[in-house]
């Protein structure tokens, strides 16, 4: 049986520093979906910086939150992590863990590096970059196509290609045009050509293999493997083009999006490609450990997906390129290969409210022009508020118009026809993905933007918030999730429903009974957000602990579990690094779920979950090349306890259209022995464990 050892120790003595850093910091340990949580005014969470409320007395302490921080040694000791069914209490543990010295000191210490802008050593991991991703295909496009293809590995040919001397190349003038094959489309979206005449790769935007194509060189610093070009005229089209029209027409220039020329399936496949070249190029990982790559699942919607956007505009520096002094500034984004700003009146793949929105933030920004100084990013972020019917007799004789008034819980009108989905959280998972019955757009006096869209049962209103510190809500599945407008939420509503479905599916490990005793009980949500993961995956486990840095999101995370009537989840605002420490919960029993940023999760992170060792992993990510960093870490383990293997591995289509692709891997825990092979491996030396 677990003892919290943060309770037996003689931890959190009260000093000046630490009363002086909960008085007067935004940072938030508190945990737990409280009863008491308050639910964030009209406005938002309070503005970073904004100083929290003094701690009250103890005398005045009515909650958990409220036990001022001379108290806390006495209070942790009051608490009891264990249910009387004898699970263990997610909310007590995260009280536990927020308070606990450790967290408290780590988060003094991010804080600090934070302000002082010092960045955690990388231990020279690769970062998963674009350019690192060109740098590995341009290598293996010339080693096909020069002699020194007998080189051994590709870390070698890399080497060597780097090793060319400049000599041996005549540098090719900036902004000189060349006729180019394209040959490959390269894991950035990008067309790479290779050209004899010049002994070197061109990246050329906005192709795909089989184009001949016009191509006029950037400049740039000189690259030893390839030139970046400006897209300059298609001369002869790819088969693969055929029947394919652009859904935009900024693309070809604007930078947002690289694969409108190719068919969604097409492109499905490509993402497929892309999965595969990350786990073979950047896991560091023998072919034999990595399983075939499973085919992409795509996104219901492949345009009119995206819920946020943040076009931009210049300042009005009069000596700025293409910028006049008094005109309305261009809003929209960069163009490729370029920090100029493109005029950009409507971009097809995002939703038609945030379109809306976008018309009227651009005349907002345009009506102020002669005050206009610096430039700035504008947020539009979609919401939702969704009606259900009771019951198709409760609606009859009455309008759906009529059904929303009487439905609108502002007013309280308890004898409604019609509730909010929170009120129904029985509803249909594949309600979001019917087709509207009908559709319609409408203003209210100010001038902004909703629409309605009406299905056999449910009435879907989106409006959209501009403001950063606005909420915004979102529904997937049969859960309904609140974040704060600037916090990170995914972008593609219509793919979530079935991406969690499908995580749900497969979240047990194959060869568990999950009705038997010993079946995963406990789930950790590592950078958890809002709760996407945590509150959707609950019903499958007793206990959910959840952690993210943005005590923004933890906020919207806590409120969320209480408003889906998720009562056994905590979550806590810290580093990621600080999620194993003191848990209880039984590895053999818990689930863990990454889904860090794009820069991946850090070595110390995945040094402590081989040490802890839960049975089962599930990593996402909209980085595969960073994931598949990590994922090598963890086959290979840290030579403590224990390491993962692939149990399986594919490609979730959140970005059509775009580049990106976002993976997900499920892994299974095995003892750590020696041996897994490095590459080069001799494809014999597997490790004992998994044979
Ligand atoms: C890709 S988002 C995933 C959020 C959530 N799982 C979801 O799907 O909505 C990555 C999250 O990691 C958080 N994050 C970034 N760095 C972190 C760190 N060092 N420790 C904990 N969380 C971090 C961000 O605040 C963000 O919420």
Redesign the pocket.
């Known amino acids: 049986m677990w003892r919290p050892c943060i309770v037996r120790r003689p931890c959190l003595q009260a000093t000046s520093f630490t009363k002086s850093f909960f008085r007067h910091s935004t940072f938030q340990p508190f945990c737990a979906n409280e009863p008491k949580a308050p639910e964030p005014k009209a406005g938002g969470f309070p503005p970073k910086g904004k100083k929290p409320k003094e701690p009250q007395s103890q005398s005045q302490a009515t909650s958990k939150d409220d036990i001022p921080i001379e108290s806390l040694d006495g209070y942790l000791t009051t608490l009891n992590p264990i249910l009387p069914s004898g699970e263990y209490d997610a909310r007590t543990i995260a009280v536990m863990k927020s308070r606990s010295k450790r967290l408290i000191e780590a988060e003094m210490t991010r804080r600090y590096r934070q302000s002082h802008k010092l960045q955690k050593r990388s231990h020279g991991l690769t970062e998963g970059s674009p350019k690192e991703v060109l740098v590995l295909e341009a290598s293996a496009l010339l080693v096909k196509h020069k002699p020194i293809s007998v080189v051994e590995d590709d870390a070698a040919n890399v080497k060597e290609s780097e090793d060319i001397p400049e000599e041996a190349r005549e540098p090719l003038p900036d902004h000189t045009e060349v006729e180019l094959e394209v040959e490959e489309l390269s894991s950035t979206g990008d067309g790479l050509a290779y050209s004899a005449t010049h002994d070197i790769v061109f990246v050329v935007p906005f192709t795909i293999p089989g184009d001949r194509v016009l191509a006029k060189k950037y400049p740039q610093a000189e690259h030893p493997l390839f030139y970046m070009t400006d897209f300059v005229k298609l001369l002869r089209p790819s088969p693969q083009r055929e029947g394919v029209t652009p859904g935009c027409k900024y693309f070809g220039t604007c930078s947002g999006c690289q694969l409108q020329m190719l068919s969604y399936e097409d492109q499905l496949k490509h993402k497929k490609t892309i999965v595969e070249k990350a786990f073979a190029q950047f896991s560091n990982l023998d072919p034999a450990l990595i399983p075939p790559v499973l085919d992409t699942i795509g996104s219901p919607l492949q345009y009119e997906y995206r819920t946020k956007l943040t076009p931009h505009y210049p300042g009005s520096s009069p000596n700025k390129e293409h910028i006049v002094w008094g005109e309305p500034p261009p809003i929209g984004f960069c163009k490729k290969n370029s920090r100029a700003v493109m005029d950009i009146e409507q971009c097809p793949i995002a939703t038609p409210i945030l379109n809306q929105g976008l018309k009227v933030e651009r005349a907002k920004v345009q009506e102020r022009t002669t005050q206009r100084r610096k430039g700035a990013t504008i947020l539009l972020r979609e919401s939702t508020e969704r009606m259900t019917t009771a019951s198709k007799s409760a609606l009859s004789g009455l309008t759906i118009e009529q059904a929303l008034k009487n439905g609108n819980k502002e007013q309280g009108d308890s004898a409604a026809a019609t509730t909010t989905e929170a009120d129904n959280p029985a509803a249909s998972v594949e309600l979001a993905h019917l087709k509207p019955t009908s559709t319609e757009l409408s203003f209210n006096l100010q001038g902004d933007p909703r629409m309605t869209y009406t299905y056999p049962t449910h009435v879907d209103i989106k409006t959209y918030t501009s403001d950063n510190r606005g909420m915004s809500t979102e529904y997937v599945g049969e859960f309904s999730f609140r974040s704060n407008a600037n916090?990170?939420?995914?972008n593609n509503n219509s793919i979530l429903p079935k991406f969690i479905k499908h995580v749900r599916d497969n979240c047990m490990p194959k060869d568990m009974d999950p009705q038997a005793p010993g079946r995963l009980k406990y789930l950790l949500d590592a950078?958890?957000?809002?709760g996407?993961?945590g509150v959707s995956l609950s019903p499958l486990f007793s206990s959910v602990l959840g952690?993210?840095?943005?005590s923004h999101?933890i906020q919207a995370a806590r409120l969320n579990a209480q408003s889906n009537g998720v009562p056994n989840a905590g979550f806590i605002a810290a580093?990621?690094?600080q999620l194993f420490a003191d848990v209880p919960f039984p590895p053999d029993q818990t689930m863990v779920v990454i889904?860090?940023?794009r820069k991946g999760a850090s070595e110390d992170f995945l040094a402590q979950l081989c040490q802890f060792g839960p049975r089962r992993v599930v990593y996402v990510s909209?980085n595969v090349h960073t994931q598949a960093r990590d994922i090598g870490m963890l086959v290979h383990g840290f030579g403590t306890s224990w390491r993962y293997e692939i149990e399986s591995l594919r490609g979730f289509d959140f970005f059509p259209q775009t580049g990106h692709v976002e993976g997900l891997c499920f892994l299974d825990r095995v003892p750590d022995v020696p041996d897994v092979p490095d590459v080069p491996g001799d494809g014999n030396a597997a490790n004992p464990a998994t044979e």
Do not use: T
């Open positions: 916090s990170f939420f995914q950078y958890c957000g809002s996407l993961f952690i993210d840095v943005d999101s580093d990621a690094d889904d860090p940023p909209c």
